[in-house]
């Protein structure tokens, strides 16, 4: 069956995975809304326009990253059956860029809603990102054997880095 992943499936394709990412993304959002800060004026518009200039530079990199999976794409950490491995483009930087572009959206909008709450859940976010993307590399090492090969020298979030 191959390499054996100490952090759980959360199910045969790992749903669970998923079903928590959304209910994180919810409390992040909430976070934001009702965990305003006493930022005011001129203050509160750059923190607005940094925020929201941080989502979008999130979103091209997620982006970017389901336009290059194109049929590789799955919502779930399981890769598809008929799946490729993507090693160029933004994957040649980092081996989970659509994660990260989730987690650089998640620091825009606690910016943008001069939340510090909505911090604390954009950092519970990253870790909890970081633990999906252990469980769905066991299931990528699988999958692919190249793929030892490509984390070898690929950063997992931040290029260069980690």
Known sequence: ??????????????????????????????????????????????????????????????????????????AMPRPVDSGTLVEDGVFAYVRHPIYLGLMIVGVGWSVAMDSLAALIVAIIFAVFLDLKSRREEAWLREQYPAYAAYAGRTKRFVPYLY
Do not use: C, H, K, Y
């Open 1 to 74: 069956m191959g390499e054996q992943s100490r952090i759980p499936s959360l199910g045969r394709r790992g749903g669970g995975w998923v079903g928590i990412q959304f209910l994180l993304i919810g409390a992040l959002v909430a976070a934001g809304v009702r965990g305003r800060g006493d930022v005011e004026g001129a203050l509160l518009t750059f923190a607005v326009v940094l925020g929201t200039a941080i989502i979008a530079f999130g979103a091209v990199i997620i982006a970017l990253g389901i336009r290059q999976l194109n049929r590789s794409l799955s």
